[in-house]
Antibody
Framework: QLQLQESGPGLVKPSETLSLTCTVS??????????WGWIRQPPGMGLEWIGS???????YYNPSLKSRVTISVDRSKNQFSLKLNSVTAADTAVYYC?????????????WGQGTLVTVSS | DIQMTQSPSSLSASVGDRVTITCQAS??????LHWYQQKPGKAPKLLIY???NLETGVPSRFSGSGSGTDFTFTISSLQPEDIATYYC?????????FGGGTKVEIK
């Protein structure tokens, strides 16, 4: 059974960089056709896709966040990571890592449990 | 970007009632429309993929239909454990986009 687990600081100061890692177990992030991504949810609000990495390594970002986001991979550890720089209070949210498909059958079928990141001084 | 318009934003129904939620895409997304259930403090859970396919283990009272731009999600007989927020989402193209959510409560 595939499992995803987010890790990283729960508190980040304004203007600094938010860094999270997703560790995948029970399957390889190099498995064909899948995307590995980040989705966030501000308290009491809806879901926003941040960006994803295709299994081959190419990355795709939400245009609204593109200038501040980097997603990278460490295949030796079966992990992928998120960096969001110049954070403000508006970036306070639960951050989920997830696996998904694009343009073919299936949705976001595996999610991490989510981790709350608060931006505050 | 493909915009997803979901309605209603909330609803209150009695146990045993039929509940229907609609989702409209701003352009044709074929059947790459998925429905999720999110309970408080939990990650969303995929219930229906490709508009009408039930994910393994999901009760048959949940169903979905539609294609192109208009989609419907139905709970045939609302149960107390169905209290949650439901989201539609398109995976036809990036950026992935979600509907605004429908909060389902018991009357």
């Amino acid at each position: 059974q595939l499992q995803l687990q987010e890790s990283g600081p729960g508190l980040v100061k304004p203007s600094e960089t938010l860094s999270l890692t997703c560790t995948v177990s029970g399957g390889s992030i190099s498995r064909s056709s899948y995307y590995w991504g980040w989705i966030r949810q501000p308290p009491g609000m809806g879901l926003e896709w941040i960006g994803s990495m295709y299994y081959r390594g190419s990355t795709y970002y939400n245009p609204s966040l593109k200038s501040r986001v980097t997603i990278s991979v460490d295949r030796s550890k079966n992990q992928f990571s998120l960096k969001l720089n110049s954070v403000t209070a508006a970036d306070t949210a639960v951050y989920y890592c997830a696996r998904h498909i694009v343009g073919t059958t299936g949705g976001v079928d595996y999610w991490g449990q989510g981790t709350l990141v608060t931006v505050s001084s | 970007d493909i915009q997803m318009t979901q309605s209603p934003s909330s609803l209150s129904a009695s146990v045993g009632d039929r509940v229907t939620i609609t989702c409209q895409a701003s352009q044709d997304i074929s059947n790459y429309l998925h429905w999720y259930q999110q309970k408080p403090g939990k990650a969303p859970k995929l219930l229906i993929y490709d508009a009408s396919n039930l994910e393994t283990g999901v009760p048959s009272r949940f169903s979905g239909s539609g294609s192109g731009t208009d989609f419907t999600f139905t709970i045939s007989s609302l149960q107390p454990e169905d209290i949650a927020t439901y989201y539609c989402q398109q995976c036809d193209n990036l950026p992935l986009t979600f509907g605004g959510g429908t909060k389902v409560e018991i009357k």
